[in-house]
């Protein structure tokens, strides 16, 4: 069972630069979400898509865009990355309500 | 909006004690779920418990129990008989039902929990 894939684990970043953090899941989830977890900070929510085709802006969007490309795949993309944005990205998703939220095993990105 | 509040950045408990976590949340919707995370040292989140807001009845896991107060706001964790292995972070969160503010899941600022042998 793969659950959440999120590629990469690891990425460092010249300020300016751009990437995509991409993830995947197999378990036929409906919602997916993206969080940044900082020192002292928990676990915020930047962008989450309810559904396969939706997508709304979370508690620190901006700096960040979000493509559902299908019910599997929800893509997280810094246009251009600042020190800021360093920090440990999850993708998790679930089925809604009461249901238990997977999370992928997270990406340390450091931007310098 | 919601809004998930833990107060308590660090505890640590002696190895076979009780060590309860405190969360309180903010909200003016009347369905929801509650969960406790886990987050060793490895970075995996693990689910711990969850309650259902309409449901009175406290949730209970093995060595892990939780006092929900919907008037009150508040949803602790109460861990029994400490082990090494519960040494962690603690992520307190709420998952909004269909509310004004969407369906998603929002996480407190966590509780980094120390079991000392």
């Known amino acids: 069972n793969a659950g959440v894939t999120q590629t990469p684990k690891f990425q460092v970043l010249k300020t300016g630069q751009s990437m995509t953090l991409q993830c995947a899941q197999d378990m036929n989830h409906n919602s997916m979400y993206w969080y940044r977890q900082d020192p002292g900070m928990g676990l915020r929510l930047i962008y989450y898509?309810?559904?396969?085709?939706?997508?709304d802006k979370g508690e620190v969007p901006n700096g960040y865009n979000v493509s559902r490309l299908n019910k599997r795949e929800f893509s997280l993309r810094l246009e251009s990355a600042a020190p800021s944005q360093t920090s440990v990205y999850f993708c998790?998703?679930?089925?809604?309500?009461?249901?238990?939220?997977?999370f992928g095993q997270g990406t340390r990105l450091t931007v310098v | 909006a919601q809004t998930v509040t833990q107060s308590q950045p660090e505890m640590s408990v002696q190895e076979a004690e009780t060590v309860t976590l405190s969360c309180t949340y903010d909200?003016?919707?009347?369905?929801?779920?509650l969960f406790w995370y886990k987050q060793p040292p490895s970075r995996q989140m693990i689910l711990v418990i969850r309650q259902e807001a309409y449901k009175q009845q406290n949730a209970t896991e093995n060595r892990f129990s939780v006092n929900f107060q919907k008037a009150a706001k508040s949803f602790s964790l109460k861990i029994s008989d400490s082990q090494l292995g519960d040494t962690a972070m603690y992520f307190c969160a709420f998952y909004n039902l269909a509310g004004s503010s969407g369906d998603k899941l929002t996480f407190g600022t966590g509780t980094r929990l120390a079991v000392r042998p």
């Open positions: 898509s309810a559904s396969e085709g939706t997508t």
């Open positions: 998790a998703s679930d089925r809604g309500g009461n249901t238990e939220a997977f």
């Open positions: 909200t003016s919707e009347s369905n929801y779920y």
